[in-house]
């Protein structure tokens, strides 16, 4: 039965948190805007702070905005009618009282025995009771088999190897893989969605994007600002295990997989799985660490990542990472993968860049040395596509000039590129499970990752110094 025809609850767990205001209530909105909600949907939030509907309503009226319906009237219309269907029980996450009282409201307000999403937007110490108790409150026993439920998880899906498994065991004695959506939010977003479009809908990438054609792969993420009012959640995992193990591997598989048989969600995750198990795990040799540093920018100061009141101030927690990856196939044998992720830089940026490689023997040789073609695909900010190629400077000589194919998102298209979480929960109310992250493909990348992270922890390696804002250590 198609989705919007069926009522649907939204149960956010977690609903106090800075995920639901500023992420999840505004993707709801605006899918509501775009009228692809179900048409009977009730929104109901979760958490331990003691609020009532209409306060859970005055903390996430502030977060909307009218971008699909600029027209004032029509969207202060909207949002009231959107607001109507938002409610709120407070509770704790280990209670089955609490969960009582939460069904009890959905029989109430919402759709008993109808299709339900639960969304944990909250830190993974308290998915499994949480899981727990929506097991033995909503689904066990459960007489409806004609409606689904589903669960939406937010990473960190565990710290390593090992405590991933076990997070992924416990909650699979309580929710089938089906069932299960593990987001990476990376993975909705605009132009992370086209690299699949990009390299198997046009006939003329693929044919060079493998080792013969490709000298190297960058893939980058800066941002800007540093840990604060973070820094409690960070110190305990740093930049590889916030970034690099979960949207810069999902990146690596997207950008390295072989052709999927088809566009399912299964034979994409096959190639995923296929491609990020062909990596192989870091090794000391591979990486550098760095944390940032205080400094002065613009006259106004910065504090670094030791002087955070939420970080021990021996901390060797890692705020930058820059690695080599490497990749075993035959594609790829021989290219290096670069990563970069790191807070605090001169930048805020996702990007990924192929460098094909030098002409060999070019006729053109005597007019200076010519640069390589880069394909520069630009995640954020200012979507874009850029091919570099070697152009004639118009003129009476010969003098040849790198020049730039664009495809700039903002100037080509008029569409309003939607926010990775509209997708991803469009998604999830869909059935498509294409852009979620399958158990095998999430153990896949931690066995990248985790020896050097073992290694980190275990020789206490201490990160290099940089200064905030600048392009990260040397
Ligand atoms: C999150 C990380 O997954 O992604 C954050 O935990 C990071 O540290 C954020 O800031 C970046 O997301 P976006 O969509 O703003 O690039």
Same mark, same amino acid.
């Given at each position: 039965m198609p989705y919007r025809s069926t009522p649907c609850n939204i149960v956010i767990?977690?609903?106090?948190?800075d995920l639901t205001r500023r992420k999840l209530i505004p993707a709801l909105f605006s899918l509501y805007c775009n009228e692809l909600l179900p048409d009977q949907i009730s929104i109901i939030g979760f958490a331990r702070?003691?609020?009532?509907d209409q306060k859970f309503r005055d903390t996430i009226i502030?977060?909307?905005?009218?971008?699909?319906?600029?027209e004032q009237n029509k969207c202060h219309e909207k949002m009231n009618d959107f607001l109507d269907k938002c409610v709120y029980v407070s509770g704790n996450y280990n209670s089955i009282d609490s969960f009582t009282e939460l069904k009890k409201r959905i029989n109430d307000i919402g759709f008993p025995d109808e299709n339900t999403l639960f969304y #944990?937007?909250? +830190?993974?110490?308290?998915f499994v009771e949480s899981a727990n108790s929506i097991y033995h409150t909503f689904?066990?026993?459960?007489?409806?088999?004609?409606r689904w439920s589903r669960i939406v998880i937010e990473k960190?899906?565990?710290?390593d190897s090992e405590s991933s498994k076990k997070l992924i065991d416990s909650l699979s004695e309580i929710f089938d893989e089906e069932q299960t959506y593990r987001i990476?939010?990376?993975?909705?977003k605009e132009v992370i969605q086209n690299l699949m479009i990009l390299r198997f809908?046009?006939?003329?990438?693929e044919p060079l994007w493998n080792n013969q054609f490709i000298d190297s792969i960058s893939i980058s993420w800066t941002e800007?600002?540093?840990?604060?009012?973070?820094a409690g959640y960070f110190d305990n995992f740093g930049i590889v295990r916030d970034v690099m193990q979960n949207h810069l591997l999902q990146i690596v598989a997207l950008v390295g #997989?072989?052709? +999927?048989?088809?566009?399912?969600a299964e034979s994409i995750c096959d190639k995923k799985v296929e491609l990020l198990r062909a990596v192989n795990p870091l090794e000391l040799d591979d990486i550098t660490v760095g944390q940032y540093t205080k400094s002065s920018l613009n006259g106004k100061s910065e504090l670094g990542y030791l002087e955070?009141?939420?970080?021990?101030?021996d901390s060797i927690t890692e705020t930058y990472a820059r690695a080599t990856l490497s990749i075993n196939n035959d594609r790829w044998q021989g290219v290096p993968f670069y990563l970069t992720a790191g807070k605090a830089l001169s930048s805020s940026m996702t990007e990924i860049r192929i460098e094909f490689k030098t002409i060999s023997n070019?006729?053109?040789n005597s007019y200076g040395d010519i640069k390589s073609n880069s394909l520069v695909i630009r995640?954020?900010?200012?979507e874009a596509i850029e091919l570099n190629i070697i152009n004639k400077l118009p003129g009476l000589d010969h003098q040849l000039e790198e020049a730039k194919l664009n495809l700039h998102y903002a100037s080509a298209f008029q569409q309003i590129v939607p926010d990775a979480y509209e997708r991803l929960i469009l998604d999830v109310l869909r059935g498509d499970r294409s852009l979620f992250i399958r158990a095998d493909e999430l153990d896949a990348s931690w066995n990248i990752v985790t020896p050097i992270l073992n290694r980190l922890e275990q020789e206490k390696i201490k990160p290099k110094p940089y200064a905030f804002g600048s392009s990260g250590p040397i």
């Open positions: 767990i977690g609903a106090s948190g702070t003691d609020l009532d502030r977060f909307l905005t009218c971008r699909y319906e600029p #944990m937007a909250i +830190p993974p110490s308290i689904t066990k026993g459960s007489q409806s088999q004609a960190p899906f565990g710290r990476d939010h990376y993975l909705g809908a046009n006939l003329i990438f800007k600002i540093g840990c604060e009012g973070r #997989m072989e052709r +999927p048989d088809n566009f399912s955070d009141p939420d970080v021990p101030n070019s006729i053109f995640v954020q900010p200012n």
